[in-house]
């Protein structure tokens, strides 16, 4: 009989070890909002009379709250897994649009993780936790800029249609921002710029292993027909 060659794992999984990063790094993107959020949700019980509606979630790892060290922690994870995010959305778009277009999506995700790491090791009021402003700039274009480099491409109007719905709800904020609680107001901008990037981050994680699938399975069964023969012929 003929030595069997064992396969890489990377080979098995249908996925370069580079494709094995990107997939990691989108993971973290699908996990940044639902970090952000759940961070919120479990600090509220322990800060005393707290209001979504009219507290910024930053109260919530202040003094005034017993347990600040759980929104604190909660934050810092989700900043890292956007930094994450910022490179497996770079790589993605990369082969969708112009790289100048990537680069500044890139830029834009890196800002919101920047942002927040930097609000969660400086809690409120350390004057630092809300220094950088300008980078904020870069962090509310990030559904535009994901739009733009998806806008040439015949796939995917789901998504687009998608980005552009959160588009208009941000513009739709900027008149409705007077009669909001100043919590709802920045719940709902976080919404439209952090839920993007979790949405986004699925489907290309998903299109990524879907056309993985296909190389493994040739892999497979080649091997499978390679061994039937050798066997066949001893």
């Not at 109007?157 to 900027?174: A, D, E, K, Q, Y």
Request: aromatic content about 10%.
């Amino acid at each position: 009989f003929g030595a069997v060659e064992p396969l890489h794992e990377s080979r098995m999984s249908g996925l370069h070890p580079n494709r094995s990063l990107t997939s990691f790094c989108l993971l973290a993107a699908v996990a940044t909002p639902i970090l952000a959020f759940v961070a919120q949700i479990a600090a509220a019980p322990f800060y005393p009379g707290y209001s979504f509606t009219l507290q910024s979630g930053s109260m919530l790892g202040t003094h005034f709250s017993r347990q600040p060290w759980i929104f604190n922690t909660g934050e810092l994870l989700a900043g890292f897994a956007t930094l994450a995010a910022a490179f497996g959305l770079y790589r993605s778009f990369r082969g969708r649009t112009h790289i100048l277009v990537s680069a500044l999506i890139g830029l834009s995700v890196a800002c919101i993780g920047v942002m927040t790491v930097k609000a969660s090791i400086f809690p409120m009021p350390d004057p630092r936790h809300n220094s950088w402003g300008l980078l904020f700039n870069f962090m509310i274009i990030t559904p535009h800029l994901m739009l733009i480099g998806l806008w040439k491409k015949g796939k995917s109007p789901g998504l687009r249609t998608f980005l552009l719905c959160t588009i208009v709800f941000l513009l739709l904020l900027i008149p409705m921002a007077p009669w909001l609680g100043r919590g709802t107001l920045q719940r709902l901008i976080d919404v439209a710029i952090l839920v993007p990037v979790g949405v986004v981050g699925f489907f290309f994680r998903r299109e990524l292993h879907g056309r993985s699938s296909g190389p493994r399975d040739s892999i497979l069964s080649s091997r499978q027909s390679g061994t039937s023969s050798e066997a066949n012929a001893c």
